[in-house]
């Protein structure tokens, strides 16, 4: 790639060097190390790598994931996001935490997580290299809390859990925070399919609830954490229960934006438990108020379940409204899973009526997006069977 250092390779380089730094292995090391691998790590192609000179090709980086002790996956997500983050440089001059924490929470209620990732790194690079008693170790740990959740919204769930490892090391978390932190490492472990590990991390949360001094914000988030984790293991009643008691916890607190989002994951619990109407009517109120908040995201997503609920519910021209609406939000803010499920029923609905350019049009949308989805995503799941010649 040349000589000269570009963004995203010295923050990936940097990155590669802290993980060395933190194993106590020199240069010399690595190499050594690196003998038993298809390629050789010399120490100087090394040190062009973490000063940003060069990139490591894939079985390279499998070397140092493994002479490390980080997993693979969560290397290949740290090179991903640090080559976008290329592609969106963000500037800090003169603005102020709070200035910061309002852009940030900007980015999360309209569902921009790319941007809000972009911003947190921006900010932790500033803060890291210039602190004072007014960014202090508690203030860093909130970006960083931030900095997680965008990795999680991403799908990068691996690099997600193993920040949280870190975090929950460090004597200056803050109850509250090592709540998020914990809740975090548990959605990340049942993304990954770890319930054993979520479960655990939910039984510490428990703990912490227990306590006096648990409010009721707290026991809110606790329930949409649990929610999901049930939800992967099947019990979906339990998961219907959980999004229930967030919702009434977050409506009693005036969170608007927490309670809009409880109201859609409870709607969408509904859906499988086959209570259609029911689900319909807490959309129809979610999107009432996403939209006169300007939760994009949410909005979307709204939309996009009450398309499923009126497929279902045979109303294939109200579903096909709703998925196009949803579109209309989803496609340029590339909430590529939300375009990837209204399409697919999109594609079924002009089936019924044997318009073929429809047909073809969602079709491309389908293959162009199936790899960017995330793999368990029950319409992917459907359409890899379509396309290995199953049923849908």
């Known amino acids: 790639m040349g000589d000269q ?3 995203e390779s010295r923050r990936f380089g940097r990155y590669l060097r802290t993980i060395r730094e933190q194993r106590k292995l020199s240069l010399d090391a690595v190499e050594e190390m690196s003998l038993g691998f298809p390629e ?3 120490k100087s ?13 894939f079985p390279r980086m499998f070397a140092l994931s493994q002479i490390y002790g980080v997993p693979i996956t969560s290397v290949a997500e740290r090179f991903e996001t640090d080559l976008q983050l290329g592609m969106r440089p963000v500037e800090l001059a003169d603005e102020t935490p709070e200035h910061i924490q309002r852009e940030l929470e900007r980015h999360k209620e309209s569902g921009r997580y790319q941007e809000g990732l972009a911003l947190s790194s921006a900010a932790l690079e500033k803060y890291r290299q210039a602190r004072s008693e007014d960014h202090d170790e508690r203030f860093l740990h909130e970006l960083r809390i931030y900095h997680i959740n965008c990795q999680v919204h991403l799908g990068r769930y691996e690099s997600a859990k193993v920040a949280c490892e870190r975090l929950l090391n460090s004597a200056a978390l803050s109850k509250r925070q090592r709540l998020w932190v914990l809740l975090s490492f548990g959605t990340c472990c049942y993304r990954l399919r770890r319930y054993t590990i979520a479960q655990m991390g939910l039984a510490e949360v428990d703990e912490a609830l227990a306590q006096d001094d648990a409010t009721d914000r707290m026991r809110a988030i606790a329930e949409t954490v649990r929610a ?7 019990r979906i009643e339990e998961a219907a229960a959980s999004f229930r008691k967030a919702l009434e916890l977050f409506r009693a607190l005036s969170d608007l934006f927490e309670e809009c989002k409880a109201r859609i994951n409870l709607a969408q619990a509904l859906i499988e438990l086959g209570e259609l109407k029911r689900a319909r009517t807490h ?4 999107l009432k108020s996403a939209e006169e908040a300007g939760y994009d995201k949410l ?3 709204a939309l996009s379940h009450l398309s499923l609920v009126t497929f279902r519910l045979k109303e294939p021209g109200p579903a096909e409204a ?3 609406r949803s579109n209309a939000i989803a ?3 590339e909430y590529l899973s939300i375009v990837f499920r209204n399409c697919f029923y999109l594609r079924d609905i002009a089936k019924q009526r044997g318009d073929r350019a429809a047909i073809k049009s969602n079709e491309r949308t389908l293959k162009a997006y199936l790899s960017r989805v995330e793999p368990d995503l029950p319409e992917a799941i459907a359409y890899r069977a379509h396309l290995a010649g199953g049923e849908q």
């Open 5 to 7: 250092p570009v963004p």
């Open 40 to 42: 050789r790590i010399t």
């Open 45 to 57: 192609h090394l040190s062009r790598i973490e000063n940003g000179r060069a990139v490591p090709s």
């Open 228 to 234: 999901p984790v049930c939800y992967a293991m099947g």
């Open 283 to 286: 959309l129809t109120a979610a």
């Open 299 to 301: 909005a979307a997503l």
């Open 322 to 324: 709703y998925a196009l």
């Open 331 to 333: 496609r340029p803010r």
